[in-house]
């Protein structure tokens, strides 16, 4: 293994905490062959399914995890015992450990890890029940936790591996409606902001993944919540705004799973990766906008401190 690069962004530097701004150069695989095996959530649709049949028509190997993998047998039996589909609810600890043992005993490891499965919740902050908002954090950031706390020691073992987390763009962007969706998503953008900084010295890579809007079944699979008028003007008039946009607004799974595996060839890979240019631009002008605010507000921001 090739330790981290020591000019790379770091989490502490000359005794000061920094945010890390870039993930650094990515260690070497310690083996000799150049075929990675893959560890991929939400392997069954989507843009996990076809992370899976890419990787699987690189020559690679891909452990695809699917709470049922009855939905995997064309691309078994097109693909063999290059591809090992295990069962895991992303939401129960335990079974996505026996999904990483059952991984290491078919592969003997793990080079990239998509952390990826994930629904969404619609509606407006407000109405959205407790169960709903509970069950979306359990799939998106507790399944997320429950990934990483069970592949982490196999990658810090190994002292090489890449993970790429299931963001979004609203990872860093949002507007009325998907509220609590973005709450997951900006949840696992902190996390991983730290986690960066903290793999990075032990030889493993972190990329968030943060595709625009995508034709999967996402759209299919959303849960709702209740309709108050009093949100009509925002977030249905958004929704319908949403419901309204043609296809073509959607980018195909496909080319976010090229976008996926460029990030994954990449010696010095991104800390965040925006797939999509629509998401991309949402991503570009809400990030500015906080920017002209801290500025905006500075003399109150820095009167504190005078
Ligand atoms: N589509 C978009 O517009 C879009 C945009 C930005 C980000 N994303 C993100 O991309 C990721 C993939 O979504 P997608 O667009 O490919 O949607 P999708 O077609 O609905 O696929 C979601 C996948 O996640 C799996 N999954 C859901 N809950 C699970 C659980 N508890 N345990 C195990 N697997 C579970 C699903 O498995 P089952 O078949 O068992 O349900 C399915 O394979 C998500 O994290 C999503 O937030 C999507």
Do not use: C
């Not at 992370?51 to 190997?61: K, P, Y």
């Not at 860093?172 to 900084?197: F, I, N, R, W």
Request: net charge negative; aromatic share 4%.
């Amino acid at each position: 293994m090739t330790g981290p690069d020591p000019d790379a962004p770091s989490g502490v530097r000359a005794g000061r905490l920094q945010p890390a701004r870039t993930t650094p150069r990515k260690a070497a695989m310690s083996h000799a062959t150049t075929t990675r095996t893959w560890f991929v959530t939400g392997a069954t649709s989507g843009i996990g399914r076809a992370l899976t049949a890419l990787a699987l028509q690189r020559g690679e190997q891909v452990a695809a995890v699917a709470r049922h993998s009855a939905a995997l047998t064309d691309l078994h039996a097109e693909h063999g015992e290059r591809l090992l589909p295990v069962e895991a609810d992303v939401r129960e600890e335990q079974s996505v450990r026996r999904a990483v043992e059952a991984t290491l005993a078919a592969f003997g490891r793990i080079d990239v890890v998509a952390n990826n499965a994930g629904y969404g919740l619609f509606g407006a902050v407000e109405e959205a029940t407790d169960v709903q908002v509970r069950a979306v954090f359990d799939t998106n950031v507790f399944g997320v936790l429950n990934v990483l706390r069970a592949t982490l020691p196999v990658l810090r073992r190994q002292g090489s591996g890449h993970l790429l987390e299931g963001s979004s763009l609203y990872g860093q962007s949002a507007h009325p409606g998907v509220g609590l969706l973005a709450a997951t998503k900006y949840a696992v953008e902190g996390l991983t902001d730290a986690l960066v900084a903290e793999v990075a010295p032990l030889g493993i890579a972190v990329t968030l993944v943060q595709p625009g809007p995508t034709a999967s079944a996402f759209l299919t699979n959303l849960d709702t919540t209740g309709t108050l008028a009093d949100y009509d003007g925002t977030v249905r008039a958004v929704q319908k705004a949403l419901a309204e946009r043609p296809p073509d607004a959607f980018s195909a799974p496909e080319r976010i799973a090229e976008g996926m595996l460029a990030a994954a060839d990449a010696d010095r890979p991104p800390l965040r990766l925006a797939l999509g240019a629509s998401g991309a631009r949402d991503m570009r002008a809400a990030l500015e906008a906080r920017l002209a605010e801290l500025d905006e507000w500075r003399a109150v921001t820095d009167a504190v401190d005078a």
